[in-house]
């Protein structure tokens, strides 16, 4: 019942407003004013050095339409190789930290203890350790003589070459390491709301662990599903640390979205090109998040 | 005397400060990508204490106090090139700016910095100095024959190989192959002798401008092409040339194994490839006289075990074939080089000159040399120290060619890594990857300054 | 003390009335009970006197002064919430004196009130504890301590023992209800459980989608309901209602036909309606199947309790229950009889509004 | 069969634990090594003749050391506060006062955010820092790094302000309490862990960030320790890794105990599981 008190008297209209005053500066001065430029230059040919720094011109629709100039985009290191790398790299990684944090989450529901914490403070420093860091340890730990291949030939598997021969596969398992903590605390903070008598009544009814997940967990943790899926998506498009690892190679084989776009905005200074990716990431992303949102929406309904 | 008076006598020794008249003082900052302890520390010693307490005493001998002071840039080249630019572009920046010669175009362009008699005034054409650097060397910082600053040194490109590695395969040391087919027949040898991958050209986008200017300028001149054509003004996008020095790296590379693509291609790839020539898994290194006197130095992390003197040797990059190479030579090489500039917004352009000139000095060169022993700009300055310094000097310079100066250098420099990447990788055969070349070529210069293979 | 006065005061949210035009009057040091089933909007009652809620319409007094436009924290009365909503960073001595702290009380007096309260709630000895650390009904009384520490004017009870287990009900049930009387305090006291309502109530109030149906002591409430929604509402198990049609002053149904009661004045004016009869299970008697005006119906279910016995019967396709006084329940098997007193009849016109 | 079963789950579930433990500790691995070893590689062994001497290399370079404990510390710290502020007020208002579209509002922001935050936009935030006259101060990094995280931590924290009950600040309001003495009494004790999780989460983000304290400052002596690694680069702008190893471990070192301090003293979790 209480939900239905929107207009509770909890916070006048007025200090809620003062509340929100800093976050409307802060979002106003740091993130409208920014946004709005970038969408604005995104229809110049603004560079940072040569004779476009010192005069702009307004060229239209031009940068987007060099951007889909399907003769050379999908060459190694353009626009449209980069986008379907992207894709890759966040599918595969999404499945990834998804999955993985949800097992976490599920292994350890409802268990305490050292094992427990030991796991959980893991995966949660890959996620908090500073990157500039991590990425040493990590071109050490992927070496042709580093951990990884140490621990595989162990175990009697193949040493593979990771960052020459398998490089996206490098930085999406680097990119599951280091991000897998936000689901596992999302997750597990979900099911913890989960009530013991849930799953007790599917236990009773005989359920076996898949159906006790499919049929009481699953429909439970929805919401924080969709949640995970929208922002994983979007921190998975810009993230920008596995060039730290390959630099976006070799050979371009790893050139996913931000580090295409930092070579153009960075190395080639092309700001109105840079801006113009920025924008249509933005909408790919938007569109994502509309189509997450409206699935779990519409999976409400049919409830 | 207390506190509070102290703090009294401080604001009016301020005061005073400010209110002495402007010709007896001033200050000036000045910035390099070094750091004391860190990177390019020589340049601060050198900065700190040669520079900067003998110009101070110099003007105090005029009557004048001067503050210098020195900001320690930590970050990437790039970093500081993007620093500059949104510095210049709102007026503000530090006085002198060391300064990478390739990038001049590009700012001039952008009108962030201007020629130094601009800066300072027709004072700039009474120096000395002058007579003492060489036409060429003069436009290190320039563009479209402007100055805009004095390069600290140029460098020279070779071949370093290890003498015992070459011995231990039969071949005859010293080296120096004539051509590009007995480099690689000599690289066979050795393949074969030891069963490694003994040479490493370099390419790819991960070095940036390392690739550039050690590994396809080396190979694009032993053609006879450059990558403009200085008489047409013009870029060159499809030639022979190119292919042929394309079908250089695929045979190295792709074909034959004779080199290591791992190196070329992942992000720490020069790193591993100092290692591999260090630990005698790579022969034949395509490097600049930087990694001589720099990386390899004595004591250094990069030094072989037994020794560089002993077992490192160097070879003239060859051409084609004898007389085949660009300007008809025998041999190739490129040259490079970084300097200060002025900032066109220092408040005092005629002091900032004065500093500027005062470190290019003969006596401050030749205290830059003491600490870090290379080739200077002035001809007065000798490489001090060490013969190989001074012969790569005297035998490469003459064979040596510089970057082409313009805007649009920077960005087609990196197509031509990506170039040698597509075909090192395996991903484009040396026919399609100068064909990309090219059209990326007339994406950023437009395709009427682009020369085509119709 | 004061008291507390609505003036057709409304409470809509969006286009629902949660609070239709209620008029209520508390008096002075009286205790009245807001009864009614989930969404009847009685909380939001209580809200609106608390000033958690804003009116939409209408005027709310309390004592002298219109609080319609008030904040909850000028009011001046004392809460206890459904979860006791006690902080869990405080202790229980923070947490009651909480009240006095706000107003700006100094901490020796606000110590010595505390404790005196506390001890009046024989809490004392837990005061230096945290919420997490004491059971339930502890919790509950720490919650009352802390809403009447301060001495307001009105006392709120938001289902405050709906938390408890049926034990622990009935003790704190009976010690509120002394506590009320000890402090003769106004409260207003919102629960579904008409048991609750009617051994703690002064008056009843029992609402139904967002009125209130009838208003008055308990036992009238219980005696006379004003409609069926009412007569449904209070006692346990509740009034049978059973579907009659009056024709020629008898009230018939396919089971059975009994006289209308005589007493009815306005029974005249229903003639040839379809009427609901009730009837409370304790005012049903079983008989003979010979007896005058008896119903019959068939056995459907004994439920022995003790000291009675609920035994229920389906009479023409309706549930009748009946309460048999008796430590031994009835041997019943097939169809059964009951009889009731015409006094004891309770009819309703078509729109479950009570016939007087 | 059932004894069968749980032996099973049991040996399932210590394979998984096993295998994830190794999974996020073994990269981790050459952090710890590295440092001590006298000729680091990139590989991992343990130190033959263990060494502190590339500590005390480290220690001899003061830009990088006043990098890391001063000028990374007062970023961090400076953000932390200042974005967990922003953002508890900020989300506590956006939980409890009815705003048309406020759910939409927050993820248009993190869209936003996540442009702001690419390098797309260094030259607006560069300028919108030079206009305010903040260039080379802590504070316009500070500034812009509490606009940029600002969107997820109001995000993450009105997800711990929905799972305050209501009646707790109601029963404030009825005690007698204004807006501002529940917020402090009531509101902000309950969302410590709340705001410890997001003060951790912005810590983190900006004690590891390169590209906005790089184009806001100039001074060396201001700069973080993100940057200062680069001093550690030769001329060529390959690494020294004996250096760069210590450096790195020194770097990590301060993250990890507020971690664990904040873990032992009020957990490091999420409350019910941020919901769209």
């Known amino acids: 019942m209480p939900s239905t008190h929107q207009d509770s008297t909890i916070l006048t209209r007025r200090t809620g407003l003062t509340l929100l005053a800093p976050t409307f500066a802060f979002i106003g001065l740091f993130l409208l004013f920014p946004f709005v430029w970038v969408v604005a230059i995104s229809f110049t040919d603004r560079t940072l050095l040569g004779a476009a720094a010192a005069d702009p011109q307004f060229i239209g629709l031009d940068n987007f339409r060099q951007l889909f100039d399907f003769d050379s985009w999908m060459r190694s290191g353009e626009f449209g190789r980069s986008l379907v790398l992207t894709v890759y790299f966040v599918i595969a990684s999404l499945i990834g930290q998804v999955f993985l944090g949800l097992g976490i989450a599920l292994a350890f529901h409802r268990r305490k203890g050292f094992l427990r914490e030991t796991i959980f403070t893991l995966v949660t420093l890959a996620w908090i350790l500073p990157e500039a860091a991590i990425a040493f340890t990590w071109t050490s730990f992927l070496d042709p003589n580093g951990t990884l291949n140490t621990a595989l030939g162990a175990v009697g598997l193949t040493r593979p070459d990771w960052l020459l021969d398998a490089p996206m596969a490098s930085i999406v398992m680097f990119n599951v390491w280091r991000g897998t903590a936000f689901s596992m605390l999302l997750f597990s903070a979900a099911l913890g709301n989960v009530r013991p008598s849930y799953l007790e009544t599917a236990d009773v009814l005989g359920a076996n662990a898949w159906q006790r997940f499919r049929d009481v967990l699953l429909p439970m943790i929805k919401a924080q599903l969709a949640t995970a899926l929208i922002l994983v998506t979007l921190w998975t498009f810009n993230v920008f640390t596995p060039f730290l690892l390959t630099q976006g190679g070799p050979a371009f084989q790893t050139d996913i979205m931000a580090i295409h776009t930092y070579r153009i905005a960075f190395r080639y200074f092309e700001f109105g090109q840079g801006s113009a990716i920025a924008v249509i990431v933005m909408l790919i992303n938007f569109v994502l998040a509309g189509v997450y949102l409206f699935a779990l929406k519409r999976g409400e309904g049919a409830r | 005397m207390n506190a509070r008076m102290a703090k009294w006598f401080g604001a009016l020794a301020v005061l005073s400060f400010a209110a002495a008249p402007v010709f007896a003082q001033g200050s000036l900052s000045v910035i390099c990508r070094c750091v004391e302890g860190g990177v390019n520390a020589e340049m601060v010693q050198w900065l700190k204490d040669d520079v900067f307490p003998a110009f101070e005493a110099h003007k105090a001998e005029q009557g004048e106090t001067v503050t210098l002071e020195l900001v320690e840039f930590g970050g990437s080249d790039e970093a500081l090139q993007q620093q500059y630019a949104l510095d210049l572009s709102v007026g503000t920046g530090p006085d002198v700016l060391a300064f990478d010669g390739f990038w001049t175009p590009d700012f001039v362009e952008a009108g962030y910095i201007q020629p130094l008699d601009q800066v300072a005034g027709d004072v700039v054409w009474a120096w000395d100095g002058w007579d003492h650097i060489s036409e060429g060397l003069r436009e290190l910082i320039g563009f479209q024959g402007e100055v805009y600053g004095l390069g600290t040194g140029t460098d020279v490109r070779m071949i370093f190989y290890r003498k015992d590695l070459l011995e231990e395969a039969g071949l005859e040391v010293p080296w120096q192959p004539e051509s590009w087919e007995e480099l690689l027949a000599d690289a066979r040898q050795v393949r074969d002798a030891l069963d490694i991958a003994p040479l490493q050209l370099n390419a790819g986008t991960a070095m940036g401008e390392a690739t550039t200017m050690q590994g396809w300028f080396m190979a694009l001149l032993g053609t006879g092409v450059h990558m403009y054509d200085f008489d047409e003004g013009v870029w060159i996008g499809e030639h022979p040339g190119i292919l042929q020095a394309l079908e250089l790296y695929d045979t190295v590379y792709n074909e034959e194994g004779l080199g290591d693509e791992r190196m070329q291609l992942v992000s720490q790839g020069r790193d591993q490839s100092f290692g591999s020539f260090r630990d005698g898994e790579t022969a034949m290194l395509v490097e600049g006289d930087w990694f001589w006197r720099s990386v390899m130095a004595p004591g250094s992390e990069w030094e072989p075990a037994a020794g560089r003197d002993e077992v490192v040797g160097w070879a003239k990059m060859p051409a084609v074939e004898p007389g085949a190479g660009y300007a008809g030579h025998d041999f190739v090489s490129i040259s490079g080089g970084t300097g200060f500039a002025l900032n066109p917004n220092t408040a005092d352009g005629e002091l900032a000159w004065e500093l500027l000139s005062f470190m290019f000095s003969y006596d401050m060169q030749m205290a830059y040399q003491e600490i870090q022993p290379r080739i200077r700009i002035r001809d007065d300055v000798p490489v001090t120290g060490d013969p190989e310094m001074s012969r790569m000097a005297e035998e490469l310079l003459a064979v040596s060619t510089v970057r082409p100066q313009l805007p649009a250098y920077a960005r087609i420099s990196e197509a031509a890594q990506r170039m040698t990447e597509r075909v090192v990788s395996g991903e484009m055969s040396p026919q399609e990857a100068m064909e990309a070349y090219a059209d990326t070529l007339e994406s950023i210069v437009g395709a009427d300054n682009v020369v085509r293979a119709d | ?356 | 069969m059932n004894l069968v079963r749980f032996v099973l789950a049991r040996v399932g579930f210590s394979a998984f634990v096993a295998v994830i433990a190794a999974a996020f500790a073994l990269p981790l691995l050459w952090l710890i090594l590295a440092p001590f070893h006298d000729q680091a590689t990139l590989s991992v062994s343990l130190p033959t003749n263990p060494t502190l001497d590339n500590f005390r290399a480290v220690f001899d370079n003061q830009f990088a050391v006043r990098a890391l404990f001063v000028n990374s510390m007062i970023q961090a710290a400076g953000a932390m506060v200042l974005t967990t502020l922003v953002a508890t007020l900020g989300a506590y208002a956006l939980a409890r006062i009815h705003l048309p579209g406020r759910d939409v509002f927050v993820y248009v922001l993190i869209l936003f955010s996540s442009v702001v935050t690419g390098s797309a936009a260094m030259v607006p935030v560069f300028l919108l820092i030079f206009r305010m006259g903040l260039i080379d101060q802590h504070l316009g990094v500070i500034l812009v790094f509490t606009g940029g995280l600002l969107p997820v931590a109001l995000f993450i924290m009105r997800d711990f302000m929905q799972s305050i009950p209501r009646s707790y600040e109601e029963s404030a309001l009825v005690n007698g309490a204004n807006q501002w003495q529940m917020l402090r009494d009531v509101v902000l004790p309950m969302t410590r862990s709340g705001m410890m999780v997001i003060g951790i989460w912005a810590f983190v983000n900006v004690w590891g960030s390169f590209l906005i304290p790089f184009i806001l400052l100039r001074s060396p002596d201001k700069m973080p320790a993100a940057t200062a690694t680069y001093s550690f680069y030769t001329e060529a702008g390959t690494p020294v890794i004996t250096l760069i190893s210590a450096y790195a471990l020194l770097y990590v070192i301060p993250v990890l105990v507020l971690y664990l301090f904040v873990n032992w003293k009020y957990g490091f979790q999420f409350f019910g599981g941020i919901k769209s």
């Open chain 3, 1 to 356: 003390m004061a008291n507390v006065r609505f003036e057709s005061v409304t409470k809509r949210f969006g286009d629902v009335a949660a609070v239709d035009a209620v008029d209520l009057d508390v008096h002075d040091g009286e205790f009245v009970c807001l009864l009614g089933p989930s969404g009847c909007g009685k909380t939001t009652t209580l809200r609106l006197i608390a000033g958690l809620e804003t009116a939409t319409g209408g005027t709310i007094r309390i004592g002298d002064q219109d609080v319609t436009r008030v904040g909850p924290k000028d009011r001046d009365v004392g809460m206890v919430f459904q979860d006791y909503a006690l902080y869990p960073h405080m202790t229980l001595l923070e947490n009651i004196a909480y009240p006095l702290k706000v107003r700006g009380a100094k901490l020796a007096a606000r110590s010595e009130r505390t404790r005196e309260v506390a001890r009046n709630l024989q809490i004392e000895h837990l005061l230096d504890r945290m919420p997490g650390q004491i059971s339930g009904g502890q919790q509950q009384r720490t919650s009352v301590a802390r809403a009447v520490v301060h001495k307001p004017r009105v006392f709120l009870f938001d289902e405050p023992l709906s938390n408890l287990d049926a034990k622990l009900r009935l003790e704190a049930r009976a010690f509120l209800k002394r506590l009320q009387r000890e402090l003769g305090v106004t409260a207003v006291y919102v629960t579904h459980d008409q048991a609750e309502a009617m051994a703690l109530a002064d008056r009843i109030a029992v609402m139904d989608q967002g009125a209130i149906v009838q208003i008055g002591p308990p036992l009238e409430v219980y005696r006379a309901p004003r409609t069926t929604f009412v007569a449904d509402f209070l006692g346990s198990p509740p009034m049978n209602l059973i579907p009659v049609r009056l024709q020629d002053g008898v009230l018939r149904n396919d089971a059975f036909a009994l006289p209308a009661p005589r007493h009815l004045r306005d029974l005249g004016r229903h003639e040839g309606q379809d009427l609901s009869l009730g009837v409370r299970p304790e005012h049903l008697e079983l008989c003979d199947p010979g007896a005058e005006h008896a119903i019959s119906g068939e056995t459907f279910g004994l439920e022995p309790l003790g000291p009675e016995t609920l035994v229920s019967l389906d009479v023409g396709g309706t549930l009748v229950v009946v309460r048999v006084f008796a430590d031994e329940p009835p041997r019943l098997e097939g169809d059964a009889h009951v009889r009731v007193d015409a006094e004891h009849l309770h009819l309703f016109d078509g729109d479950g509004v009570r016939i007087d």
